[in-house]
T-cell receptor, first 112, second 110 residues
Framework: DADVTQTPRNRITKTGKRIMLECSQT?????MYWYRQDPGLGLQLIYY???????NKGEISDGYSVSRQAQAKFSLSLESAIPNQTALYFC???????????FGPGTRLTVL | GENVEQHPSTLSVQEGDSAVIKCTYS??????FPWYKQELGKGPQLIID?????GEKKDQRIAVTLNKTAKHFSLHITETQPEDSAVYFC?????????FGTGTRLQVFP
C-alpha cells in the first residue's frame, strides 16, 4: 500500500552494527505496528503504538527498540544486530475504530 | 494468550478448482478474523474479514466461514486463477492486536 512506506527496502549489515528501519504513513492512522516475518513462522509482532505517547512490547521485542516521532512516523532500531535478526520486517497501521491493518512493502534485512 | 494454527502450509490446485485454507484459534474472546494475501516482494493485503456475529461472508470468488463453537474459520476460493497464487495468512484479533497463522503457500497451475 503506497500510503505506508518503509525505508530502506533492502539492507545488508554486519554483526554488532546499529540499524534503524523507518516507517511513514499518510493514512492519518493513530495505531502503528512493527512485525517480523521468517519463513514458516508467519508474522510476529515486535512493538506497537496506539498513539504518539504510547509504546508497547509485542511477542518478540528483545533486541529491538522503537521510537514514535510523530503520528505518521514509527522507527524500529536494532541496537546491535545479530545474524538471527535476518528477516523481512513489516510496518502496519490501523485506525482506532477498526481492526483492519494496512501493511507497508517491507524491508529485507540481512545481518552477516 | 491467543494461538492461531493454519493448515495446510502448501496447497497446489489446478486452475478452475477450489481451494480451502483452515485456521483454528484458542481464545474464545477473539471476535475479528481477517485474511491477508501476500504476493512476492509485497506486504500482506487484506482480502476479506469476518466478525464473530456473522457465520459466513462472501466477496465474488472468495468466502470466509466462521464456527465460533469449534473456534475455527476457513477461507474458500472458487474458480481459482493463476493470479491467486500467493501466500495467505489468517489472523485473530486479541486485545487490539492481530495474531497471525503461519501462512499457506497457494499455487494455481494453468
Amino acid at each position: 500500500d503506497a500510503d505506508v512506506t518503509q525505508t530502506p527496502r533492502n539492507r545488508i549489515t554486519k554483526t554488532g552494527k546499529r540499524i534503524m528501519l523507518e516507517c511513514s504513513q499518510t493514512k492519518g492512522h493513530d495505531r502503528m505496528y512493527w512485525y517480523r516475518q521468517d519463513p514458516g513462522l508467519g508474522l510476529q509482532l515486535i512493538y506497537y503504538s496506539f498513539d504518539v505517547k504510547d509504546i508497547n512490547k509485542g511477542e518478540i521485542s528483545d533486541g529491538y527498540s522503537v521510537s514514535r516521532q510523530a503520528q505518521a512516523k514509527f522507527s524500529l532500531s536494532l541496537e546491535s544486530a545479530i545474524p538471527n535478526q535476518t528477516a523481512l520486517y513489516f510496518c502496519a497501521t490501523s485506525d482506532w475504530d477498526t481492526d483492519t491493518q494496512y501493511f507497508g512493502p517491507g524491508t529485507r534485512l540481512t545481518v552477516l | 494468550g491467543e494461538n492461531v494454527e493454519q493448515h495446510p502450509s502448501t496447497l497446489s490446485v489446478q486452475e478452475g478448482d477450489s481451494a480451502v485454507i483452515k485456521c483454528t484459534y484458542s481464545d474464545s474472546a477473539s471476535n475479528y478474523f481477517p485474511w491477508y494475501k501476500q504476493e512476492l516482494g509485497k506486504g500482506p493485503q487484506l482480502i476479506i474479514d469476518i466478525r464473530s456475529n456473522v457465520g459466513e461472508k462472501k466477496d465474488q470468488r472468495i468466502a470466509v466461514t466462521l464456527n465460533k463453537t469449534a473456534k475455527h474459520f476457513s477461507l474458500h476460493i472458487t474458480e481459482t486463477q493463476p493470479e491467486d497464487s500467493a501466500v495467505y495468512f489468517c489472523a485473530a484479533e486479541n486485545t487490539d492486536k492481530l495474531i497471525f497463522g503461519t501462512g499457506t503457500r497457494l499455487q494455481v497451475f494453468p
